[in-house]
């Protein structure tokens, strides 16, 4: 195990935040092999997180996104879904050489843009192509973007009877196949305002996007599903298990339980990178049946050997950073550069970028 204690700002107008982390030693040997670093968000301290190598060692870089939750990765581009608005950062391969300290970064991605949707409660993204999906918790509704509008209204699951800003039934996880939205969870299949609030540690559904079909159901607030290998996985949060859904049938298969409320998934080569959070003494998480484990669970990223379903590797949040959103795999770049929203509190120098100037 190593440990490293970092200073980084939390939220822009809040004072510094110390986040201290412990990880194990072969973390870095197997993003190395990947050639792949990861993107992480954490709602509760407003950050987004790049774990990646620099000189053969771990490395961390901290970015200030207020309430940072869904993530869609692309090469060329970034998208950080915040409180009130999504951010979009480019690409910029060619200055990740000369962004100080010189030879540290080998990518690049500089925020350009941002879309006001107000605080639709968005939690997951994923690019279709040139275009974003998200999922409209509030609205209990999966929405595109338009200059014109907070947000376009694309799909709602059948039992959802109507476009309101009342979080019916906690809409949050999305996967898209071949550029088009295939599944999606949700906390209980209902269709009045919290509605899925009573239901949580048993309600929780998976549901076809294309057919409408619930197509497996008794999880206990489900997130992240993602095709992967030609099969469905999604975490059963409240249980702390990452699982297999056959949608055919509706059967679940268990492939490993971890430390924490899981809750973010990516794929790379054999390994699956799954967050970890703690739980907050609420209404939310009161009744579910990992808070019996309250006291003992961790925050963190941790790593499954998908051949043999064991933890081959993890890295885990000791202070500042309690709970974890989104995971996703950026892949060719062991450690690339990110200047955020609040570049001048993230402990970095701006990166600035001009016409005609190299």
């Not at 939750?69 to 060619?94: K, N």
Request: aromatic residues 8%; proline residues 8%; neutral net charge.
């Amino acid at each position: 195990m190593s440990q490293t204690p970092d200073a980084v700002p939390a939220e822009p107008q809040a004072p510094y935040r110390t986040i201290q982390y412990e990880h194990t030693l072969n973390l870095a040997p197997i993003l190395t092999h990947l050639g792949a670093s990861l993107l992480v968000s954490t709602y509760q301290a407003g950050k987004a997180a790049v774990v990646g190598v620099c000189q053969g060692q771990l490395a961390l870089s901290f970015h200030n996104f207020e309430r940072a939750m869904g993530l869609a990765v692309r090469p060329d581009r970034l998208a950080v879904g915040a409180r009130s608005q999504i951010y979009f950062l480019r690409g910029s391969p060619d200055l990740a050489p000369r962004v100080p300290p010189a030879g540290r970064y080998d990518g690049c991605f500089l925020t350009r843009s941002a879309h006001f949707t107000g605080d639709i409660h968005a939690h997951e993204m994923a690019w279709g192509g040139d275009e974003l999906w998200v999922v409209n918790t509030l609205f209990s509704c999966l929405c595109t973007l338009h200059p014109d509008f907070s947000f376009v209204p694309r799909w709602r699951p059948p039992f959802i009877s109507a476009l309101a800003a009342e979080e019916r039934c906690h809409l949050n996880g999305l996967v898209l196949v071949d550029g088009q939205p295939r599944y999606a969870t949700a906390l209980a299949e209902t269709d009045t305002p919290q509605g899925w609030r009573p239901l949580k540690a048993t309600g929780g559904c998976l549901i076809d996007v294309l057919s409408g079909a619930t197509v497996a159901r008794g999880f206990a607030m489900p997130h992240s599903p993602r095709v992967y290998q030609g099969r469905v996985w999604l975490l059963d949060s409240g249980t702390g298990r990452v699982v297999l859904a056959d949608p055919a049938t509706g059967q679940v298969t268990p492939v490993s339980e971890l430390p924490g409320f899981t809750r973010g998934l990516a794929f790379a080569g054999q390994f699956a990178f799954v967050g970890l959070s703690k739980i907050r003494e609420t209404s939310t998480f009161g009744g579910l049946p990992i808070a019996a484990q309250k006291e003992t669970l961790k925050c963190g990223v941790a790593v499954l050997d998908l051949t043999t379903g064991r933890l081959a590797a993890h890295l885990e949040f000791k202070s500042g950073v309690d709970e974890i959103f989104d995971v996703q795999v950026l892949p060719g770049m062991r450690f690339p550069a990110l200047s955020g929203p609040f570049a001048d509190t993230d402990a970095a120098e701006a990166v600035w970028v001009v016409p005609g100037v190299t």
